[in-house]
């Protein structure tokens, strides 16, 4: 099989985001900031970078609060859809409901709880030469290994080995990267109700078509998980000591949907219509959004994300924190370690382990 030039992606943006609460009571999971920048922009910059760029994103919990945020995004090189769901159909039914969206083609479709420079194209050929129907994108990291249940392959590259489904004993194990590559013969196997993709399809494939099925490692890849504070915690203070890699599209991302981030101080980045006052206290690696205010006496320490229009009260000392927008810090408060949001510091001490 010949390689495919996949155009069309989906973004899976329906989900409660329970493990994000209370800022999934203000925020979808979607539009959370992760350096400042809503985390499906980055799935959406990911996606760019690798040509897909007719993008359908499904809707159920605070749709609007989307839609108005895609309204003032600019779109130049990519258009976005919405699926909207009466009820939360998962992975799987949401996949269904978007079916006529994709034409009878091949597509990606991806998490919106993820930050990755994943090298979607080779992927994307891989899982072309193979005939798969279905293509995991999978990763090996040692560390994140003992947070997150194991995906197998045989030695031909075939899924064996799932959480809930096994057909034979892997000779290679990763975690799943929350992206995949799908062909329209996938439809078949989905049903338009509540259900999980990887629960319905990719066993049923693995039991009746085994070769249709399969997994690729991504190598020299990092990916990062947001989906509760203390992974959104860990993946900014892993991002922000990578900024300064010319290689990485980090910086590119966040610059790319509003003010450009410049760097004006050694590892302290803030927008281009910024400016910092003189007598503020600042250590890198940092990042300043914009319209932020800071009394006398504030001092930012290194590995901290202060998003935008942020008040902080004079004497406070912020340290290895995540500040969300329009938070208000009062005078001569000490947070660290900690994500701050709506006048609370919530501990960012990583839990022992994810599913």
């Known amino acids: 099989m010949g390689k495919k030039n996949?155009?069309?992606?989906m973004i899976l943006?329906?989900?409660l985001g329970t493990r994000l609460l209370p800022i999934t009571e203000r925020y979808p999971k979607p539009l959370v900031p992760v350096l400042n920048l809503a985390n499906i922009l980055h799935t959406v910059s990911l996606f760019r970078r690798h040509g897909i760029s007719d993008i359908v994103i499904n809707l159920f919990h605070l749709p609007e609060r989307i839609e108005e945020f895609f309204n003032e995004?600019?779109?130049?090189?990519?258009r976005v859809s919405f699926s909207k769901e009466p009820v939360l159909l998962g992975t799987g039914g949401g996949v269904k409901r978007a079916e006529s969206?994709?034409?009878?083609?091949?597509?990606?479709?991806?998490n919106c709880d993820f930050i990755s420079n994943l090298n979607l194209t080779h992927l994307i050929e891989s899982h072309s030469k193979s005939a798969a129907w279905a293509t995991m994108a999978l990763i090996e990291d040692p560390a994140k290994q003992k947070l997150y249940s194991a995906v197998g392959t045989n030695e031909q590259g075939f899924l064996c080995s799932l959480p809930r489904k096994k057909t034979a004993e892997p000779s290679r194990q990763g975690i799943f990267t929350g992206v995949h590559v799908l062909e329209p013969?996938?439809?078949?196997?989905?049903e338009e109700r509540p259900s999980g993709i990887n629960d319905v399809l990719y066993p049923t494939l693995m039991e009746n078509h085994p070769d249709k099925a399969r997994g690729v490692f991504m190598e020299k890849a990092y990916w990062f998980d947001t989906g509760d504070i203390p992974a959104l915690w860990q993946t900014s203070q892993a991002l922000l000591g990578m900024l300064e890699n010319p290689d990485n599209p980090l910086l590119e991302a966040i610059s790319g949907y509003g003010p450009v981030y410049r760097e004006v101080a050694p590892k302290v980045w803030t927008t281009q219509r910024t400016k910092l006052p003189e007598n503020l206290k600042v250590s890198g690696p940092c990042l300043i959004g914009e319209g932020c205010q800071f009394e006398e006496g504030v001092e930012i320490g290194a590995f901290s994300v202060i998003g935008d229009r942020v008040l902080i009260g004079g004497g406070s000392k912020i340290e290895k924190s995540v500040v969300l927008s329009h938070s208000q810090v009062g005078s001569h408060q000490a947070i660290r370690e900690s994500l701050f949001f709506e006048g609370r510091a919530f501990s960012a001490l990583p839990n022992s382990s994810r599913s």
């Open 13 to 15: 943006a329906a989900g």
């Open 101 to 110: 969206f994709f034409n009878q083609g091949p597509f990606v479709l991806a």
């Open 185 to 190: 013969e996938i439809f078949s196997f989905l």
């Open 73 to 78: 995004v600019p779109q130049k090189d990519f």
């Open 6 to 9: 996949i155009t069309k992606g």
